[in-house]
């Protein structure tokens, strides 16, 4: 890991940052290609601005975040305009170079990007009124912008904001700028086409993989199978002799090899003809069961307690009664549709990287790592991401990819096969839990406690933010962090390091790891106390207005209190994360244990002041199915340390014809601060449908995959 | 040297016969639109059509094409009403996320149209579901193909 | 192309150079090395001898004799060490042709040497020649693991007197020269009987039943007499000669598994008129008939794009195969990736088609690998390739899948 001054996770999660410039630019700039981001290397930048007016009148917008689909794009765009006095349509936007550009990560884009931008908008557009109204020598409250015209009411003269760039740079921007009331909101609330729709429906939208640069050549790729591996013998010959392979590399640390060709077939077939032999070493030995055996022995022994609330352990000894449950989760592949790539061209003089990632401070800083140049010096060009769910939140793919482009004259651009994407992706990691309950007479919780056993995932990641005790506040989403209250509750982090594989964010982090284990938990507590599972969570909710609210919009919804109708089971689940509350119900139907078909999900979301709605349905509806593919089919194995699953044929996807008939998302009208809402859709998915499952077949499903035939036996043997 | 009928141009291409028409496409003719998901022909990312039906691009090798001829998302027809009514429909409801998998989303629901002018929900299913989006977009792309025959109906 | 055919010129003169030092007796011309090549082609001796992503001919391949053990094909590449390179001709020979080789080990009958021993000796010396041109491979097989009492090798030797090595025979002349070309491709280089003759009690290969099919690493290696319903009777001979060449034929699917091997390594490299000589003589096997025979084909509407989406197996069908087989099942890519009217669908209730789902299989052609993905290991279930398998067989035939078959299919090793 290399060292990073940047914002940290844990600030850009608490809405950190807060600095704002919108900044004028007066001089021309490239416009933007459709689709493809546009490249500044010309222009002076100043760093953290929004907002680039030409005197063609160009208006272009430097977004802080990357879009990988949660349609961020589009959403800041709708910030800045809704301020600024500009329609969508007139927009170009960039993505921020390094520097300024934020982590775009556990839904926070939104989040922290609510005010700045606003703010960015509505500043630019006080100097922009200001310069009309000192040329017109009016008022500027006599004046308004709207469409990229500045406009003196009485007198009907207008301005474009082209024709008012160069004084209006001029002028000292407003510390704190005048901000529109909800109420005269024309765009913010009010769903908004994507920006990037029609670019991505005609191909023409520029991923990192379809990077094209003059003389570059195609490099794929194999790393050692087993972690630390590194390699000790390859046949050169035999790859250098495949019709278009130009050249066959070793990277520094001798962990992976590249072959470089005209084309990616070329390259793929030289690759096999190489047939690296890789050095083992102890990971060799790490199986599946070495992880979960490891995570199960953590259930004893010594933790770490964050901010417990009472005596948990004498509570729940006093209780009229004590349930437990352990529940396990596997390993998971991010498995992005975009495979992993990069390219990077390294001279003398500098070096440029061309790659979609969710980190690009850290691409700037490993580039200049590895070739030794200062950071300066390496250019960073953001792509559009086809698909990030955490895995661009790691740069490992850049580093290495800078360790081969080190080596040629040429701009390299390397694709992984799919089966190297998912053989080396670095995992969600495993978890086990096991809750405990002390219950009154009515089947009440008198007490919790709650023991995760895991990896620490932030601390390889972001070590400053582990906690002095060794504690990954991200543990805390859905568990120490819920709308329910407790009187007593304990949680405790027993931490466990998987060996051989290094673990990862993934889509819905700490929230969709304890959301299933929370949730599922809570349904089980409700059934045993014969309390609709509805009810049972109401109570314990009670004193979160938010909480209840979403969940009876959702009863009400997915007809809670109707019978289901024959040979169907419903599930709930009810969540507080990533500052936006979600009760999703599950519809489903079971004709045999193994099968399941989702009929019907309804949800109900509260994730405050609501920017694009539609978009925020689109996300709750993609991420449901995210987190049901996974919920159902997926988990990494293990065998002599070797990933076993490699593609679409081992690592299965929810398709067309398994996903749900039917998604209702029902937004709540909220003024509350938004929330982020990329991850809640895929952290409900796995808890409601489990407890829809444990509905149908009668007995709980505490490990997933839900389909997973471990699940059977266990609960069997209960 | 293989010879292909690519978007109505023929072109003569320096690979050997087994390579598949995705590279080719996508890095000698430098038409990126076709993406690369899986080469094993599970995802559908790569769907092309090979004289009007979709194919994927990633498992056909191009010495096995022949005469037929390639259209890829770059280049269909967009006077066609169906192509027309598919690229409507999927903005109008704001199909895509990251997008990565929608050219081949299209391309395949453009084939659908052509031979099933007017699909239930059971054969959208069938001709879809070979085409998977990580994003899970499944919901609207069955929406938008609904909405794009009842325009062309 | 294969590789070993395109730098095949280059090794000539190396080989001429090399020679001596192998104590190679029969002088390697350009023609010697030719009909070398083509008979190593022809008895398949690649696919055999090389492991899974291995080094060709460095042998390593595991095979899993039921009631004997699992037997590692070794490296016959010219390594002096490793290979063969140190083996004089005549030792060889003896190898090949009697199952015999220089330590006096008694070779292991997953090694066909009695069809081997049609081929003779200038033959012999003619492969042996080319194999010294493929590169060296310093690759050791993994030991044998045979269990008691086929450890002893010497057993072979008792087993050789009842099953073993035939010898080359002279040509029938009441029969064609293509007859008899056929004849001797078949039984011989070929050994077509090693797996589509059922075994005897002392594990050799039936008479009475020749070429009345089996079951070989999991999969049914059919009938290929000229029995009009169990056997080859009722292809025409530009199917068969499609099939044999390529791989596939229309209207009776693609090969896979080993067939596909067989087809990559060997057959697609024979010539025509030997391709020809086969079938003439396969149409003159006498007709046997089996239990193993297909349901007859329910043929779907050509161009129907809709796969009823009630069952598991019609979702995963639509979901992870008609993006390639298409749900009429003609194929989308290509030819090849047709299956409507593959035996393969229903025959021994779809023993084939659940072992190409688990395993998958790749086919050769000169245009490019043909693959088929393999669904076991991951995140579909056995069952849900049962379910896969029971949906295929009967939307595309009228047969009647038996789960208890198919999860005792599924078990089987390799
Ligand atoms: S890349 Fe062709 S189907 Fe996935
Ligand atoms: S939109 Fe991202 S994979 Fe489909």
Redesign the interface.
């Known amino acids: 890991m290399t060292r990073m001054p940047l914002t940290t996770r844990r600030a850009a999660l608490f809405g950190g940052g807060g600095l704002l410039l919108a900044t004028l630019w007066p001089s021309a700039s490239p416009r933007a290609s459709t689709g493809m981001l546009v490249e500044n290397a010309t222009a002076p930048f100043a760093p953290n601005a929004y907002i680039r007016i030409t005197p063609d009148n160009s208006i272009t917008l430097i977004l802080p975040n990357i879009e990988m689909g949660q349609g961020i794009y589009t959403s800041s765009v709708m910030l800045i305009a809704e301020e600024l006095g500009v329609d969508l349509a007139q927009i170009e936007i960039e993505a921020a170079p390094p520097g300024s550009a934020e982590i775009t990560g556990g839904s926070t884009s939104i989040m922290t990007e609510w005010k700045p931008l606003r703010e960015a908008g509505a500043a630019a557009r006080t100097v922009l009124v200001q310069a009309a109204a000192s040329r017109w020598n009016v008022a500027p409250s006599s004046c308004t912008a709207a469409s990229g015209v500045v406009s003196h009411t009485p007198s009907g003269r207008t301005f474009t904001f082209g024709e008012l760039a160069t004084e209006a740079a001029k002028l000292p921007l407003p510390k704190e700028p005048t901000l529109k009331a909800a109420s005269d909101y024309s765009l913010i609330g009010k769903s908004q086409h994507r920006v990037d729709s029609a670019i991505k429906v005609n191909g023409t939208a520029v991923f990192g993989i379809d990077i094209n640069v003059p003389g570059q050549k195609i490099g794929t790729v194999a790393a050692s199978p087993v972690m630390g591996g590194t390699v000790r013998s390859l046949d050169r010959d035999a790859a250098m002799a495949v019709r278009g392979v130009v050249a066959v590399l070793v990277n520094e640390p001798r962990d992976a090899v590249c072959v470089v060709a005209e084309h990616y077939w070329a390259a793929h077939k030289g690759l096999q003809a190489l047939r690296p032999v890789w050095s083992e070493n102890d990971n060799a030995h790490v199986n599946t069961q070495t992880i979960y055996d490891q995570l199960h022995d953590g259930l004893k022994g010594p933790a770490i307690i964050p901010s417990p609330k009472g005596d948990a352990d004498a509570v729940i000894a006093k209780s009229h009664s004590t349930y437990s449950a352990v529940y396990q989760q596997p390993m998971l592949a991010h498995a992005t549709m975009e495979p992993i790539n990069c390219t990077a061209h390294v001279r003398p003089d500098g070096c440029d990287v061309w790659v979609g990632t969710q980190v690009a401070d850290r691409a700037q800083e490993t580039a200049a790592d590895v070739t030794g140049l200062p950071k300066e010096k390496i250019t960073v060009h953001s792509q559009y991401i086809g698909g990030g769910f955490g895995r661009r939140l790691e740069h490992e793919y850049i580093t290495q990819c800078v360790q081969f482009a080190k080596q040629t004259s040429y701009p390299l651009k390397i694709v992984w096969s799919r089966e190297e994407d998912i053989t080396r992706d670095r995992y969600r990691p495993a978890y086990v839990d096991e809750v405990t309950a002390g219950l009154d007479e009515k089947g009440h919780v008198t007490a919790m406690k709650h023991r995760i056993v895991g990896p620490a995932v932030v601390a390889r990641w972001d070590p400053p933010e582990l906690t002095k005790e060794g504690y990954d506040e991200d543990l805390s989403v859905a568990t120490l962090i819920t709308s329910y209250t407790y009187d007593v509750y304990r949680l405790e982090f027993a931490r466990r390091e998987a060996p051989g594989v290094i673990t990862a964010w993934w889509r819905g982090v700490g929230g969709t790891r304890g959301l299933f284990v929370v949730e599922n938990f809570i349904d089980e507590l409700a059934v045993k106390a014969g309390i609709d599972p509805v009810a049972y969570r109401r109570e314990l909710a009670k004193d979160n207005a938010r909480a209840v609210a979403v969940l009876d919009r959702v009863a009400k919804d997915s007809d809670w209190s109707d019978p289901v109708p024959k040979g169907r089971a419903r599930g709930v689940a009810l969540q507080f994360a990533f500052g936006s509350y979600m009760a999703t119900v599950a519809e489903i139907e079971m004709q045999t244990p193994e099968t399941v078909i989702i009929h019907r999900v309804t949800a109900a979301v509260d994730c405050g002041q609501v920017v694009n709605p539609d978009q925020v349905v689109s996300q709750i509806e993609g991420g449901l199915i995210f987190g049901f593919s996974a919920a159902l089919y997926n988990e990494i194995t293990l065998e002599n340390g070797r990933v076993q699953e490699n593609n679409f044929n081992t690592w299965r996807v929810m398709r067309m014809n398994e996903a749900p008939r039917r998604i209702d998302v029902h937004l709540i009208a909220s003024t509350e601060d938004p929330g982020g809402i990329g991850e809640v859709g895929t952290a409900a998915a796995a808890p409601a449908l489990a407890n829809a499952m444990a509905s149908a077949q009668g007995h709980r499903y505490r490990t997933l995959p839900l389909l997973s035939s471990r699940n059977q036996e266990k609960e069997a043997a209960r | 040297m293989q010879t292909v009928r690519v978007n109505g141009q023929t072109h003569s291409v320096d690979v050997d016969p087994d390579t598949p028409l995705l590279w080719v496409l996508r890095d000698v003719l430098g038409l990126n639109g076709t993406k690369f998901g899986c080469g094993i022909a599970q995802c559908g990312v790569c769907t092309v059509h090979l004289d009007g039906h979709p194919v994927r691009a990633c498992n056909l090798p191009v010495g096995m094409i022949g005469e037929r001829s390639v259209t890829t998302i770059e280049g269909v027809d967009n006077a066609d009403p169906i192509v027309h009514a598919v690229k409507k429909a999927w903005t109008n409801l704001d199909v895509v996320q990251c997008g990565y998998c929608q050219p081949g989303q299209v391309m395949a629901a453009i084939g659908l149209l052509k031979t099933v002018p007017n699909p239930t929900d059971e054969q959208i299913d069938s001709a879809m579901s070979g085409n998977m989006c990580r994003c899970g977009t499944y919901m609207r792309i069955r929406k938008a193909i609904h909405l794009a025959a009842g325009e062309t109906a | 192309?294969n590789?070993r055919t395109v730098?095949h010129s280059c090794f000539v003169l190396v080989l001429l150079a090399g020679t001596s030092l192998f104590s190679t007796s029969h002088a390697a011309t350009a023609s010697s090395l030719e009909r070398g090549e083509y008979l190593a082609r022809a008895a398949d001796c690649e696919a055999c001898h090389t492991a899974p992503?291995g080094?060709p001919f460095a042998g390593g391949r595991a095979f899993n004799v039921p009631g004997i053990g699992v037997i590692y094909s070794p490296n016959i590449t010219p390594d002096p060490v490793h290979g063969i390179g140190r083996w004089t001709d005549d030792e060889f020979v003896k190898s090949v042709r009697e199952g015999v080789s220089p330590s006096w080990k008694h070779l292991y009958p997953a090694m066909p040497y009695p069809a081997y021993s049609r081929m003779s000796v200038d033959e012999m010396k003619d492969l042996r020649a080319w194999l010294a041109t493929v590169p060296p491979s310093a690759n050791t097989a993994p030991a044998n693991q045979v269990k008691f009492p086929f450890s002893i090798r010497a057993l072979m030797i008792g087993w050789n007197l009842l099953n073993g090595p035939a010898s080359s025979y002279p040509d029938d002349p009441q029969k064609s020269p293509e007859w008899n070309r056929g004849r001797y491709l078949v039984e011989g280089p070929g050994h077509c009987a090693d797996c589509h003759s059922p075994r005897t009690i002392t594990f050799g290969l039936s008479k009475d039943k020749a070429f009345a099919g089996n079951v070989v690493n999991g999969q049914r290696a059919y009938n290929i007499t000229s029995d009009k319903s169990s056997g080859l009777g009722a292809w025409t001979d530009q199917a068969l000669a499609d099939y044999l060449a390529t791989g596939h034929a229309d209207g009776h699917g693609t090969a896979s598994g080993d067939m596909a091997e067989v087809v990559s390594y060997s057959l697609r490299h024979l010539k025509p008129d030997d391709i020809h000589a086969m079938i003439v003589y396969l149409r003159d096997v006498k007709p046997q008939s089996s239990n193993d025979e297909a349901a007859p084909v329910r043929q779907p509407t050509s161009?129907d794009?809709?796969?009823?989406?009630q069952t598991?197996g019609a979702?995963l069908f639509?979901?992870?195969c008609?993006?390639?087989h298409l749900?009429d099942g003609s194929g989308?890519?290509?030819a090849f990736a047709s299956i409507a009217g593959a035996r393969s669908l229903s025959a021994d209730n779809g023993r084939n088609l659940l072992h190409v789902i688990i395993k998958?299989s790749t086919l050769m052609?000169?245009?490019?690998?043909q693959?088929m993905?393999?669904?076991?290991?991951?995140?579909?279930?056995q069952?849900?390739l049962n379910d896969i398998a029971a949906f295929v067989m009967t939307h595309f035939t009228e047969g009647k899948p038996s789960e208890h078959a198919f999860s005792e299919f599924a078990k089987k090793p390799d």
């Open positions: 192309m590789r730098s992503g080094a161009g794009t809709t796969l009823p989406q598991n979702r639509a979901s992870a008609s993006g390639c749900p989308r890519q290509s998958g052609t000169d245009k490019g690998n693959p993905p393999a669904f076991s290991g991951g995140n579909y279930s069952k849900d």
